[in-house]
T-cell receptor
């Protein structure tokens, strides 16, 4: 079965640079979520989209923005990167908001 | 706000034995969902099992079952016939009931329990 696809899988950036993470949900899934998992921590919710509209917002810094496109893929844009942004970024998708969230393999971002 | 507590940072079990992971949560909501996810060394987050709060029957998925005690706000995971591939970090997660199809609710995770299955 098709899973959530995230690209790139690994990304190395320097401080103050920008990064764009992409997420392709499971086919027919209309809801996308973004989570950030720091080293040794549990995933923290950033933001979610349903049918291309922002649905819920968590602890997402103002330096970050995200959107969901007409083909349901989503992008997380991160600017003015800081060392503390180094983390594993997960995208998850679901069919509607009452069903299970299925996670992608994550993008490991390292800021040097 | 909801909180999820996993009081066992690490656990180990012998292969083929049974182990129970604990999870408690705090919420003022009446309708919600609870989940267990596992994160093996690959760091992939894998859904193990889901429980709807309105259902009294405990969820079961093959070797995985839960003991859901709504009044006590407890949601434990039992793994039977443990296998080496069960070695992973296990996260308990809470999600409020969406108020509409468009209200994509976030998962709130506990701090995780690292389970090691010993040969």
């Amino acid at each position: 079965a098709a899973g959530v696809i995230q690209s790139p899988r690994h990304l190395i950036k320097e401080k103050r640079e920008t990064a764009t993470l992409k997420c392709y949900p499971i086919p027919r899934h209309d809801t996308v979520y973004w989570y950030q998992q720091g080293p040794g921590q549990d995933p923290q919710f950033l933001i979610s989209f349903y049918e291309k509209m922002q649905s819920d917002k968590g602890s997402i810094p103002d330096r970050f923005s995200a959107q969901q496109f007409s083909d349901y893929h989503s992008e997380l844009n991160m600017s003015s990167l800081e060392l503390g942004d180094s983390a594993l970024y997960f995208c998850a998708s679901s069919l509607g908001s009452v069903n299970e969230q299925y996670f992608g393999p994550g993008t490991r971002l390292t800021v040097t | 706000a909801q909180t999820v507590t996993q009081s066992q940072p690490e656990m180990s079990v012998q292969e083929a034995e049974t182990v129970t992971l604990s999870c408690t949560y705090d919420t003022s909501e009446n309708n919600y969902y609870l989940f267990w996810y596992k994160q093996p060394p690959s760091r992939q987050m894998i859904l193990v099992i889901r429980q709807e709060a309105y259902k009294q029957q405990n969820a079961t998925e093959n070797r995985f079952s839960v003991n859901f005690q709504k009044a006590a706000k407890s949601f434990s995971l039992k793994i039977s016939d443990s296998q080496l591939g069960d070695t992973a970090m296990y996260f308990c997660a809470f999600m409020k009931q969406p108020i509409s199809s468009g209200s994509a609710r976030q998962l709130t995770f506990g701090s995780g329990t690292q389970l090691t299955v010993l040969p």
